[in-house]
């Protein structure tokens, strides 16, 4: 299996911050890697595939960068709907494997 | 638009089977394959397997081999989930999603069912 690692595991920040969060592959995963939003007591939502593809209907405040093992998902601007978990996944080899998570939290 | 909707809370004792479904509309429900994740009380996401409706051809994650009976009714849309024998750590949130794939890029998952949680208490 390959491991995903999220750093950090949450995070503070204020609206108008700008956020990265990083997620790191054991192997190289070419640009297989994506990231998923998810609100308490809802289901996870896409917003970045194939490393840096922004998911038609995301705001384009959100971005994704990397290739290989090492990734980031970038807000430019939190707003406050940001406030959530955040996952990367990589579909690179089965099984498809999640990070720990990064719980972003307001400041 | 593109849904999947699953279905209900259960609540089931420890031994009991249990077949919870995820309804697909919108979009040919043959051509995609559909995976189930869960999600443990307060924890991340673990992928489990995946379905392709069209020919029923079925992947497993070695975590969930064995365990779990993944399926699927393309007359009606729909995929199942199944256990035979539910245990307490089988209390979870289970989500369905669609997989889409294109070359060059690998696969994700969009959409996702609201969520299914099956509780098993004694």
């Known amino acids: 299996d390959i491991q995903m690692t999220q750093s950090p595991s949450s995070l503070s920040a204020s609206v108008g911050d700008r956020v990265t969060i990083t997620c790191r592959a054991r192997?190289?995963?070419?640009?297989?890697l994506n990231w998923y939003q998810q609100k308490p007591g809802k289901a996870p939502k896409l917003l970045i595939y194939?490393?840096?593809s922004l998911q038609s209907g995301v705001p384009s405040r959100f971005s994704g960068s990397g290739s290989g093992t090492d990734f980031t998902l970038t807000i430019s601007s939190l707003q406050p709907e940001d406030f959530a978990t955040y996952y990367c996944?990589?579909?690179?080899?089965?099984?498809?494997?999640f990070g720990q998570g990064t719980r972003l939290e307001i400041k | 638009e593109v849904q999947l909707v699953q279905s209900g809370a259960e609540v089931k004792k420890p031994g009991e089977s249990l077949k919870i479904s995820c309804k697909g509309s919108?979009?040919?429900?043959?051509?995609?394959?559909i995976g189930w994740v869960r999600q443990m009380p307060g924890k991340g996401l673990e992928w489990m397997g995946i379905?392709?409706?069209?020919?029923?051809?079925?992947r497993y994650s070695p975590s969930f081999q064995g365990h779990v009976t993944i399926s699927a009714d393309k007359s009606i849309s729909t995929a199942y989930l199944q256990w035979s024998s539910l245990k307490a750590s089988d209390t979870a949130m289970y989500y369905c999603?669609?997989?889409?794939?294109?070359?060059?890029?690998?696969?994700?998952?969009?959409?996702w069912g609201q969520g299914t949680l099956v509780t098993v208490s004694s």
């Open positions: 379905i392709y409706p069209g020919d029923s051809d079925t």
């Open positions: 999603v669609r997989r889409t794939a294109a070359a060059g890029s690998g696969n994700w998952f969009d959409p």
């Open positions: 192997q190289s995963i070419i640009s297989y």
């Open positions: 996944q990589q579909s690179y080899s089965s099984p498809i494997t």
């Open positions: 194939a490393a840096s």
């Open positions: 919108g979009y040919s429900f043959t051509t995609y394959w």
